[in-house]
């Protein structure tokens, strides 16, 4: 698999995928998260959780991470003349990438020709648990870059209330585990309580892993903002995530 990675990388064979954010109150799509795919001439699509952890043991996720950074600048790019123009792509960034001394340049270096509010990164607490105060600093200077942050898979950790105290986050997406487990009351409670927090501290919310129109109605009557999951669509190649996009315009 390092090997597979390190050719793939060569022979560009590694693909953005979008998973639609939908507006649950408009039901129009207002964003996506950009999710990689390794294309094997054997395989086929072999999905992130086979190569990801592999490529972080290795530091491999560091060019990785920075060819996905570049290629969804990128598509932001070939959207700006389009309907899709105030669409704004979501990226995950790993614990390893925050390693590379150069990691708040790099950024600025690949974002220089976009808008840049139209790019978010999302951030796990594997993110913030270790050399904290380091990383803090990079976070600041991604935010005072114009890039919005999001805290991702928020309620499984173990300090996400305090990260919310000394992180400018704008956005809390809410982690599939709990929509799972939303028809019993404790989840749902909990699920409210979030979306709480979220608009007493302004942010934004994203309820993750939404696969049905109960969990859907059940997050509309709790005032959750968006969602992301199957009931809208899987992670799709960039013409297909445009056509969802028109059929949502309607």
């Not at 699509?45 to 190569?51: H, S, T």
């Not at 904290?132 to 898979?153: C, T």
């Amino acid at each position: 698999m390092q090997q597979l990675i390190k050719d793939a990388l060569k022979q560009n064979r590694f693909k953005l995928y979008y998973q639609p954010k939908v507006d649950i109150k408009t039901k129009k799509i207002v964003g996506c998260e950009a999710l990689i795919r390794l294309t094997d001439p054997i395989e086929g699509i072999i999905p992130p959780y086979r190569f990801i952890g592999i490529a972080e043991e290795n530091k491999m996720i560091i060019p990785l991470g920075e060819w996905i950074m570049q290629e969804a600048v990128s598509q932001i790019k070939k959207w700006e003349q389009t309907p899709l123009k105030d669409i704004k792509v979501s990226i995950n960034l790993s614990a390893i990438q925050f390693q590379d001394p150069e990691l708040l340049q790099k950024i600025k270096n690949y974002t220089h020709s976009i808008e840049r509010n139209k790019l978010d990164i999302e951030l796990t607490e594997s993110v913030l648990i270790k050399h904290f105060k380091e990383r803090l600093k990079v976070i600041k200077g991604i935010k005072e870059l114009g890039i919005s942050l999001s805290l991702d898979d928020f309620g499984t950790g173990y300090s996400s209330l305090s990260y919310l105290k000394e992180i400018p986050f704008d956005t809390l997406k809410i982690d599939k585990s709990f929509i799972d487990n939303i028809y019993t009351k404790d989840d749902l409670t909990f699920i409210n309580m979030i979306v709480g927090i979220a608009d007493d501290l302004h942010l934004n919310v994203v309820a993750e892993g939404v696969e049905t129109k109960e969990q859907l109605k059940l997050l509309e009557e709790i005032h959750c903002k968006e969602y992301q999951g199957y009931l809208c669509s899987k992670p799709v190649p960039p013409k297909e995530f445009e056509e969802l996009f028109s059929l949502h315009c309607v």
